[in-house]
């Protein structure tokens, strides 16, 4: 069996990744291949639980921006969650990957309800647990749910997959002299405002010391890399 750096890991997946080109929705190869990812790393015997957000579906705060109450645009969000969630059972599914999904919200004819002490005996009977509906709170992101949920769970990182493949000093796409960090604290996170994850997910990290590695989801092999510890992406630490 080859190395692995972790034990558990929360691994918080961008929504909106699940769109892929198309922009929203749900992408059948693009699901298929994350699927494939996060199987190959499971295989190596990685606990994992998992965060999906719901951008792909419905964004919140956009759409309070827009004048929708910003309480019920941010329940809409979770219920996006939900259904992500569902997809990527079913995706993870079909690489013969056993999954639980567990909602912050009840919904008991679609879901477990989240119940920690459920959620880890999962996790050590191999299971991959789908954590749905972000908090159960408007107000609170989902990587802020990720990063309680992997607190809960005792998870050793929070990794954190989006469609950037790290933290830069300066918006790489706005300047091409911009320069990615392979570590980085968290209150230099913070100080200079990196858009990596809401300064509640950051914060509540610093706080207990959980370390975050943010990668590029869509580079084929790098949740493997990032669970066998291989230098991928940057670390908030
Ligand atoms: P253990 O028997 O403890 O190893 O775990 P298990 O998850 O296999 O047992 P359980 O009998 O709790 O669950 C059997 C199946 O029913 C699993 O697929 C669960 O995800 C599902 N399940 C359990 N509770 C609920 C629930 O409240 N709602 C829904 N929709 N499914 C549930």
Do not use: W
């Amino acid at each position: 069996m080859s190395k692995i750096a972790y034990k558990r890991i929360l691994l918080k997946l961008s929504g909106e990744a699940l769109a892929g080109q198309q922009g929203q929705g749900i992408n059948p190869q693009v699901i298929k291949q994350i699927a494939s990812d996060v199987a190959e790393a499971h295989r190596l015997g990685v606990q994992i639980g998992l965060v999906i957000g719901g951008g792909n579906i419905f964004r919140g705060v956009s759409a309070s921006a827009q004048g929708m109450d910003r309480a019920s645009s941010d329940y809409m969000g979770m219920l996006a969650t939900v259904i992500n969630a569902l997809a990527l059972q079913d995706a993870l599914e079909k690489e013969d990957i056993p999954t639980r999904v567990q909602s912050a919200i009840a919904m008991a004819e679609i879901a477990e309800p989240y119940i920690r002490r459920k959620a880890i005996r999962h996790l050590e009977k191999g299971r991959i647990v789908i954590f749905a509906a972000g908090t159960g709170n408007p107000f609170f992101t989902t990587d802020t749910a990720a990063s309680l949920r992997a607190m809960e769970i005792n998870a050793e990182v929070i990794m954190k997959a989006t469609k950037v493949d790290g933290i830069y000093d300066m918006d790489p796409k706005k300047h091409p002299e911009a320069k990615k960090f392979d570590s980085i604290s968290y209150m230099d996170v913070l100080n200079r405002g990196l858009q990596v994850m809401d300064s509640t997910a950051i914060s509540l990290c610093m706080d207990h010391k959980l370390p975050i590695l943010t990668f590029d989801l869509m580079k084929k092999g790098n949740v493997l890399k990032a669970v066998q510890g291989e230098t991928i992406g940057t670390l908030v630490q």
